[in-house]
């Protein structure tokens, strides 16, 4: 039924999607530092990777974004050193592709954060997961990760940025991405899946309705840091 609806809203989602990328103001990745190392304690190297929100966009500043509270929130029982590899409209090919190209070098945990960019860029469920469980697979062999921390996708059919039909039509893709990601990474013992569907208030978000605002890092990072400590 929902291939069969968006065959049919095809035209109409189109354009609501050009408009939506006219519209929609373009925020910046945050000012701060993305590499450092703060803390004392046992040393826990980090590397955070993926899209716009692994990035930071919505926050002022790194500090305020999810790697700066989750730095801040680690370093209270930790040694953390950690490197931030993200860009805006990436997708799980495209970090593959730039994790591939960095040299070689050792993290204790990985967080990763995408899947609307490729629900938003019509990539196939099964072409998306396939390149997860290569990025998982890489993560592990070039990078010695020890701990991965596997964000799921946010609510985005409670985006307000987007007009109906077109939220309805993304946010079903990226309820489907993300049932499918917490089940494959089950079985997976060094992966730990964090949902971030904790919250649909507007209120949280940032200003272009898209992207998290700082309420939502602080709770994002609180549910990692908690992970991490799990493990």
């Known amino acids: ?15 609501q999607g050009k408009q939506t990328r006219r519209s929609v103001p373009v925020l910046p990745e945050p000012p701060g530092d993305r590499e450092g190392s703060a803390g004392t304690g046992p040393a826990l190297s980090l590397l ?3 899209d716009s929100a692994a990035a930071g966009v919505g926050a002022p500043s790194q500090s305020e974004a999810l790697l700066g509270q989750l730095v801040s929130d680690l370093a209270a029982d930790f040694s953390v050193s950690w490197n ?3 860009t805006s409209g990436h997708t799980t090919a ?3 592709d730039r994790l591939e ?6 993290f204790d945990v990985a967080v990763t954060s995408l899947g609307v960019n490729d629900a938003i860029s ?3 469920l099964g072409k998306w997961r396939s390149r997860q469980a290569r990025l998982r697979q890489l993560l592990r062999e070039k990078f010695g990760v020890g ?3 596997v964000s799921g996708l946010p609510p985005v059919h409670a985006f307000p940025a987007l007009p ?3 939220r309805w039509h993304i946010g079903t893709r990226a309820t489907q991405f993300d049932r499918a990601l917490s089940r494959d990474v089950a079985a997976e013992p060094d992966v730990r899946f964090t949902d971030l569907r904790f919250s649909e208030e507007t209120s949280l978000m940032s200003t272009d309705g898209f992207h998290p605002g700082p309420g939502i890092y602080t709770e994002w990072a609180r549910l990692v840091a908690e992970a991490i400590r799990q493990r």
């Open 48 to 50: 955070i990777t993926g």
């Open 101 to 106: 190209r960095l040299p070689r070098q050792r």
């Open 147 to 149: 701990a991965l921390i």
């Open 1 to 15: 039924m929902f291939y069969l609806r968006s065959a049919v809203l095809a035209p109409l989602l189109y354009a």
């Open 122 to 124: 019509m990539v196939s």
């Open 94 to 96: 495209k970090t593959l």
């Open 164 to 166: 109906q039909p077109l």
């Open 84 to 86: 931030l590899q993200a």
